[in-house]
């Protein structure tokens, strides 16, 4: 069986939304959660995991990514919204 990927979003503690693509979700949180994560989230932690879809294919799980960060803010909690995720708490 293939290795897995997944494409995520969090929830940063001023409220905005960051997605990002790894092969392991608890792992990668973690190290946002340290400040080892991306650039973005290490001033904006504590991040809070809302979202995460796996796929078979690496490029399916970036290419998910790629979408959800290019669209607006309404755009991505309408995403959320029609994936049940509860992103106002």
Known sequence: MGEIFYFYVLKCADGTFYGGYTTDVGERVATHNAGKGA???KTRRPVRLLYAEAF???????????HFKHQTRADKEAFLTAHQVDWQK
């Open 56 to 66: 078979s294919e690496r490029h399916d799980a970036l290419s998910a990514e790629w």
């Open 39 to 41: 650039k973005y989230t």
